[in-house]
Nanobody, 116 residues
Framework: QVQLVESGGGLVQPGGSLRLSCAAS????????MGWYRQAPGKQRELVATFTSGSRTNYGDSVKGRFTISRDNAKNTVYLQMNSLKPEDTAVYYC??????????WGQGTQVTVSS
């Protein structure tokens, strides 16, 4: 198994920024994919940003140009830099890792609230 621990969520005003972190309990170098999803109240969980097959990135349409995913293999950590935040970005943000040997692993989530 892999433990994923998210941090960095909180309350921010519209137009502000936050950086989320997801620390894995083992090396992420060999993970097939790793990234971020989010779920707002009453809505389905949706893709935010992910790495797949190494360094290839994929972003959800609603965050392109505002959010940036990055990684530090030495720290077993993936980051999500969120800029120009909007109220509709309010959600619980989840870290997900995909390992070919064991499938999908999820973190516990971190709340992001964008409000004035």
């Amino acid at each position: 198994q892999v433990q994923l621990v998210e941090s960095g969520g909180g309350l921010v005003q519209p137009g502000g920024s936050l950086r989320l972190s997801c620390a894995a309990s083992r090396s992420i170098y060999t993970f097939y994919a790793m990234g971020w999803y989010r779920q707002a109240p009453g809505k389905q969980r949706e893709l935010v940003a992910t790495f797949t097959s190494g360094s290839r990135t994929n972003y959800g349409d609603s965050v392109k140009g505002r959010f940036t995913i990055s990684r530090d293999n030495a720290k077993n950590t993936v980051y999500l830099q969120m800029n120009s935040l909007k109220p509709e970005d309010t959600a619980v943000y989840y870290c997900k890792a995909v390992l070919l040997s064991i499938g999908d692993c999820w973190g516990q989530g971190t709340q992001v609230t964008v409000s004035s």
